[in-house]
């Protein structure tokens, strides 16, 4: 009879696979862990590696276009009286904000770098949209007298406008951003006036009543990457519902809504089942919502929308291209005798688990910060004939932390290999370090299938500029 039962095989991956792994498994993706990818829109990742280095950022200018022209159509179609504004922090890069304005984006900037930035890319003020919790007053100063629409983000703020609007003379078009609860969590409290205790109200009283303020925006943006447009629907309602309080209040009707950005791109969060074509909704979806509630006013009430994009836009035009450069771990090569107790297997299972095969790269979370929250997905150049076999993927710095997928299915590879990580084009490069690796060089692939360096690799001399030594310490 003993020799007959075969009991049930435990193998190392039962009861230790994260709900991550388990999403590379599920059957209905997929299955883009092997999926390769040798070029980017027709350049081989190996020429761009050999000509720029490794590690390096790529975007593609194809997509990026793409992409702008594809969420304006979205919106146009459903809505005539439309404003686009680029997010410039989900990426600064001088060529990509050039874009941006070459498609007829305004700038949305959140600090006073970024207002210069905007201004020295050749914004004029009136194409600038200023928000942020904290603007220096002198960048406020500037930007009311350059015209540009400073959304007013808190009480203490609002006096300094106030104040500053009284020495220059003149008046002005303010805008005021509310925080709103649409049912969409974690509620985004930290920027902007309540509308729940009634600071919203108050404040925007008080802008519309003084004589140099002409009240132009009213502002919310709940939230980045929300996944639910009927949550855009439900904010569009509530600053309707604010607008008409106090045009009711005051006879003022704000003409322009700004509803912000947070529409997702293709990414998919730790733990999400893809793909993510099907998981994401489209644009539209959030078109529909938001133009659905504002064709259903009367012609003459309705606002000017403004949306103000970052990651829908730029994610997927951004790639970082890495190079595997060494190998750790993989499967024990002598596996525990049938004879220990089920502790001991317990506790060699939990051991190959952390000892398991891993790639160490040429770059970690110091260029990829959004790999805490996304499942960035890596590719190789070439194909591998193996199967694919649960794979941790270690950056390159001198911290446990600098996991980029803890889990992620590949097929086996070899040191000297390279490793496309997409889409990552929001948030990463600006996010990124200089933390004990120096910044890699950054490329556009035009339109025209050109190479272009639009920032290259950082140097030591780079990193120093901005310091001095003391008299006593020099020498
Ligand atoms: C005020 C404001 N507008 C726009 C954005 C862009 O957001 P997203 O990249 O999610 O579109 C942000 C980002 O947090 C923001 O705070």
Not at 393 to 412: A, F, N, T, Y
Request: with cysteine.
């Amino acid at each position: 009879m003993n020799d007959m039962y075969q009991g049930p095989t435990i193998t190392s991956e039962l009861g230790r696979l994260p709900i991550e792994a388990a999403a590379d498994r599920n059957r209905l993706s997929r299955g883009t862990a092997s999926e390769v990818l040798d070029s980017i829109d027709d350049s081989p990742v190996a020429d761009l590696l050999r000509d720029h280095g490794s590690p390096l950022f790529v975007f593609s200018e194809t997509t990026l276009r793409r992409k702008l022209r594809h969420m304006r159509e979205a919106f146009t179609s459903r809505y005539k009286n439309m404003s686009f504004a680029w997010s410039f922090k989900t990426n600064r890069l001088d060529a990509i904000c050039k874009i941006m304005k070459d498609e007829g984006w305004a700038a949305e900037v959140v600090s006073d770098f970024e207002y210069e930035k905007a201004r020295k890319l050749g914004y004029a003020g009136p194409e600038i949209v200023y928000n942020g919790p904290y603007k220096s007053r002198a960048s406020i100063k500037t930007a009311l007298e350059e015209g540009a629409l400073i959304q007013i983000d808190n009480w203490d703020e609002l006096a300094v406008v106030e104040q500053l609007a009284g020495e220059l003379h003149g008046t002005f078009d303010v805008g005021i951003r509310v925080w709103v609860t649409t049912g969409y969590a974690p509620i985004w409290s930290k920027f902007g006036f309540s509308l729940v205790n009634g600071e919203a109200q108050h404040a925007a009283r008080r802008i519309i009543r003084h004589p140099q303020f002409r009240l132009h925006t009213i502002h919310c943006h709940v939230g980045t990457y929300v996944l639910d447009p009927e949550t855009f629907r439900v904010a569009t309602q509530v600053l309707l519902g604010l607008r008409k309080e106090l045009s009711d209040d005051t006879g003022h009707l704000v003409p322009c809504l700004n509803l912000g950005g947070g529409f997702p791109s293709n990414s998919l969060l730790h733990g999400m089942v893809g793909p993510a074509e099907v998981v994401i909704p489209p644009i539209e979806d959030y078109a529909d919502a938001i133009a659905g509630e504002l064709n259903a006013l009367p012609k003459r009430d309705k606002p000017l929308l403004r949306v103000e994009s970052g990651r829908y836009l730029v994610d997927e035009a951004g790639y970082l291209v890495s190079t595997i450069v060494a190998i750790k771990g993989g499967p024990r090569r002598d596996a525990p005798p049938e004879t220990l107790s089920s502790l001991v297997v317990k506790e060699q299972m939990l051991l190959s688990d952390t000892a398991r095969l891993s790639y160490v790269l040429d770059a970690g979370v110091n260029l990829l910060y959004t790999a805490n929250w996304f499942a960035i997905q890596p590719f190789p150049d070439r194909r591998v004939n193996s199967l694919p076999e649960p794979t941790r993927l270690l950056g390159c710095l001198c911290m446990e932390i600098d996991v980029i997928r803890d889990h992620v299915d590949l097929p086996r590879l070899q040191t000297g290999d390279h490793l496309t990580f997409h889409p990552v084009g929001a948030y990463n490069f600006d996010q990124s370090m200089q933390f004990i690796h120096l910044r890699p060089a950054v490329v556009l692939i035009g339109e025209d299938r050109k190479v272009h360096l639009i920032r290259r690799e950082e140097t030591l001399a780079d990193m120093e500029a901005a310091e001095s030594l003391p008299a006593h310490l020099s020498g």
